[in-house]
């Protein structure tokens, strides 16, 4: 049985750095999407970040390139959201999810990390 737990949220002021991590088990997740989303009150969930397990491929939305860095851990099965110079607007409820590459949607999810970033 698939299983991601989040840790790593809490608040923090406007500029200051937060690590989100994502405890990953029950399967392999090498031929899989890692993705990091987040849900603001009112807003659409939205993909923040991915990584391509096996082999490291990132992609960041917009508003967070040059803020954010995903990465993961193979030995610890460990996938990971470094923010820095956080802002108001990062405050959103993060998730992390996984799909295999051959899939479209993502069929596994966290239960989700509070991150509130206070100006």
């Known amino acids: 049985q698939v299983q991601l737990v989040e840790s790593g949220g809490g608040l923090v002021q406007a500029g200051g750095s937060l690590r989100l991590s994502c405890a990953a088990s029950?399967?392999?997740?090498?031929?899989?999407?890692m993705g990091w989303f987040r849900q603001a009150p009112g807003k659409e969930r939205e993909l923040v970040a991915r990584i391509l397990w096996n082999i490291g491929y990132t992609y960041y939305t917009d508003s967070v390139k040059g803020r954010f860095t995903i990465s993961r851990d193979n030995a610890k099965n460990m996938v990971y959201l470094q923010m820095n110079s956080l802002k108001p607007e990062d405050t959103a409820v993060y998730y992390c999810a996984a799909r295999a590459i051959i899939d479209t949607m993502y069929n596994y999810w966290g239960q989700g990390t509070q991150v509130t970033v206070s100006s």
């Open positions: 029950g399967r392999t997740f090498s031929n899989y999407y």
